[in-house]
């Protein structure tokens, strides 16, 4: 009689629950539970039991793409909206229903948001901090021009990489005042908000003894004294802009901020939603921000890298 051959078992670690109502998180809870073959790449996906809570699962639960059925289109559309590109257009360009761009849009501004603090998280642990910062604010529009936003922004002047960003309400301001007033009633003002945020995040980033640089803005100071005590901050005087750099760049043969200036024109000319005469306007102020974060991505690791 021949001997039954011993069954053998995969050493593939088990995930743990993922539920959170469940108190059992050990391995030993549980089991396997099958595969089923993923719809876009038809590969065969490992499924979970957790004999405790009865709750199924599987390799692919929690992953960025989970219940995506194109997610092979991912990286162009970060590509794409790093580009100049729609959402409208991105559905045209790609053959997807019009909602497709739109949802995809909100996970990849997710999505970079998390690579972007787990890039600063690793710039902190193994490179040298910055030693030149340059910081200033962009402006763009909620809707209309009568609800402007402010985009605080800092980069490393020496790599032009961008550090971090914030988006935030401010109120009208000029020949528009009084009108957005009218209309919409008092905006708050989260600029000095926005401001102490923003180099809260990028402090660990940057040297104690770094110069900084910035125009002069009389709501700085006080925010570099507060988070850089010790910094050598200089403001200089903010020139006209010129056409070719939609108003970022200056007028001027030697421009004290022209990393930031260059990196601000660069935002403007490939953030469809920033360009000074566009109708690709933003509706709300997080998805301006998601648009931020992903092309911050894409900056950084693409653009300034190559």
């Known amino acids: 009689m021949q001997c039954a051959r011993r069954r053998k078992y995969r050493t593939i670690i088990k995930p743990p629950c993922p539920k959170t109502s469940c108190s059992k998180k050990d391995e030993g809870h549980v089991v396997r539970f099958g595969k089923f073959p993923r719809i876009w790449?038809?590969?065969?996906?490992?499924?979970?039991?957790?004999?405790?809570?009865?709750?199924?699962?599987?390799?692919?639960?929690?992953?960025?793409?989970?219940?995506?059925?194109?997610?092979?289109?991912?990286?162009e559309l970060i590509k794409?909206?790093?580009?100049?590109?729609?959402?409208?257009?991105?559905?045209?360009?790609?053959?997807?229903?019009?909602?497709?761009?739109a949802r995809k849009f909100v996970l990849l501004g997710k999505e970079a948001k998390r690579l972007n603090e787990l890039h600063r998280?690793?710039?902190?642990?193994?490179?040298?901090?910055?030693?030149?910062m340059q910081f200033d604010e962009m402006e763009s529009i909620e809707h209309t021009k009568l609800k402007p936003l402010s985009i605080p922004l800092v980069i490393d002047a020496e790599t032009r990489r961008i550090l971090g960003f914030e988006v935030c309400k401010m109120p009208s301001k000029g020949?528009?005042?009084?009108k957005?007033?009218?209309?919409?009633?008092?905006?708050?003002?989260?600029?000095?908000?926005?401001?102490?945020?923003?180099?809260e995040k990028v402090s660990p980033l940057i040297s104690p003894t770094a110069k900084i640089v910035s125009d002069s803005c009389p709501r700085y100071a006080a925010h570099v004294r507060k988070h850089f005590p010790s910094a050598q901050y200089r403001q200089v005087i903010s020139r006209a802009?010129?056409?070719?750099?939609?108003?970022?760049?200056?007028?001027?043969?030697?421009?004290?901020?022209?990393?930031?200036?260059?990196?601000?024109?660069?935002?403007?000319?490939?953030?469809?939603?920033?360009?000074?005469?566009?109708?690709?306007?933003?509706?709300k102020a997080v998805s301006l921000s998601y648009h931020l974060e992903i092309y911050a991505?894409?900056?950084?690791?693409v653009l300034i890298a190559a």
């Open 41 to 75: 790449d038809k590969a065969r996906i490992q499924r979970y039991l957790c004999r405790f809570c009865k709750h199924t699962f599987s390799d692919s639960t929690g992953s960025a793409d989970f219940r995506q059925h194109k997610p092979y289109f991912n990286i």
């Open 80 to 101: 794409w909206f790093a580009s100049c590109g729609s959402q409208r257009r991105a559905a045209i360009h790609f053959g997807f229903n019009t909602k497709t761009p």
């Open 121 to 132: 998280k690793y710039f902190v642990e193994n490179f040298e901090r910055v030693s030149e």
């Open 175 to 178: 020949l528009l005042a009084h």
């Open 180 to 199: 957005s007033r009218k209309k919409y009633g008092f905006r708050a003002d989260e600029r000095n908000a926005a401001m102490r945020s923003l180099f």
């Open 241 to 283: 802009g010129c056409i070719s750099g939609q108003g970022e760049l200056k007028k001027i043969g030697r421009d004290p901020l022209f990393m930031l200036n260059h990196t601000a024109a660069m935002i403007r000319a490939n953030v469809n939603r920033m360009f000074r005469r566009t109708w690709c306007t933003t509706k």
């Open 297 to 301: 991505l894409y900056h950084n690791t």
